[in-house]
């Protein structure tokens, strides 16, 4: 039976990929490439919300890895990295794009995070959790159109906290912030997504009460 690569093992694989990319091997970065591309698009198309300026980061993120790649340290993880060049791309897109007012909807899909900031604790327990709410496809316009209102901080904040298992470090880093405002706009978010799905969550409900939900 294969066993799936372990974190050490890649890691330890791309600092060797880096060093001989370093050394003048490009088809050691293409590697890299190959190894990161679909999780850094995942993470541009979720903050972007279009195949084209997904694409984009994902070309522009790689391509200043590349050009960077001398002041990368070995002992970092190079997906962690390129992930953070790519999220700092993808804000500066936003922001772009918020500007001439042509943002478009994110895609509506969630994943559970096991541990939680002390923020997101002091949430009632009884206000429904956008993560778990993104799970269900009946809402997955009503998510979209959630996230779509979000400013670009507290997009990528959702984004990079709640989809991509980012630490709040790594957050503040691509904000350009404190950690302390990084964990501001990961729980403001959350509270504007919850806001934003209540109308909708209290319809489900009544609708369940009476036995008339589909």
């Given at each position: 039976m294969n066993?799936?690569?372990?974190v ?8 060797i990929?880096?060093e001989?990319t ?13 190894r ?14 279009n ?5 984009e980061v ?13 002041q990368?340290a ?5 997906g962690?990295?390129v ?5 700092n791309y ?10 001439e ?19 997101m ?5 009884s ?7 993104a ?13 779509s209102q979000?400013t ?17 470090e790594?957050?503040a ?11 501001n706009?990961?729980?403001r978010s ?5 806001k ?7 319809q ?11």
């Amino acid at each position: 039976m294969n066993r799936m690569p372990s974190v050490e093992t890649t890691v330890e694989s791309d600092a060797i990929a880096v060093e001989r990319t370093l050394a003048g091997d490009r088809d050691a970065f293409r590697v890299l490439v190959e190894r990161h591309s679909r999780n850094v698009y995942r993470l541009a198309y979720r903050m972007t919300g279009n195949q084209h300026d997904a694409e984009e980061v994902v070309q522009e993120a790689f391509l200043r890895a590349y050009q960077k790649l001398s002041q990368f340290a070995s002992r970092a993880n190079f997906g962690t990295w390129v992930y953070r060049i790519a999220a700092n791309y993808a804000i500066d897109r936003m922001r772009q794009k918020r500007s001439e007012d042509s943002n478009r909807a994110l895609p509506a899909r969630e994943t559970e995070d096991g541990t939680e900031m002390d923020l997101m604790s002091t949430v009632p327990d009884s206000a429904p959790s956008p993560e778990r709410l993104a799970q269900s496809g009946q809402l997955a316009t009503q998510m979209r159109r959630a996230l779509s209102q979000l400013t670009p901080a507290e997009r990528t904040a959702f984004v990079m906290r709640h989809w991509g298992g980012s630490g709040i470090e790594e957050i503040a880093d691509a904000l350009k912030s404190s950690t302390s405002a990084a964990k501001n706009t990961v729980f403001r978010s959350v509270q504007k997504l919850r806001k934003a799905l209540e109308p909708f969550v209290e319809q489900r409900g009544q609708a369940r009460a009476m036995g008339t939900e589909l």
